[in-house]
């Protein structure tokens, strides 16, 4: 099952009824179809970055880019993520085949 993606107008109109506060967050869940926990992490996005929240995407060194880049670079992440050459890979391919 793929998680669905929300416009970031449709995430400033459903916090903008939950700060209106004319409605429990249960009802606005129920009305829009999007899970409780999913709503309070968005409110709790805009308390803290406001309407900008979902405009730009991350660009910093935890963001996807960033990440991708650092591998290209071969740059370690501090996940223990590399790219292995092809070398690399047919030498470790080799090694499965005569251990078994």
Known sequence: MTTPKYSAEFKRAVVHDVLAGEKRISQICRERGIDEKTLRR???????????A???PASGPGSAEEKIAQL????????????RGEKDLSRRRDNEYTML
């Open 72 to 83: 290209e670079r071969g740059a370690p992440s501090g996940h223990g993520l590399q790219i």
């Open 42 to 52: 968005w409110r709790s996005e805009y308390e803290h970055q406001g309407p900008e």
């Open 54 to 56: 979902w405009t730009t």
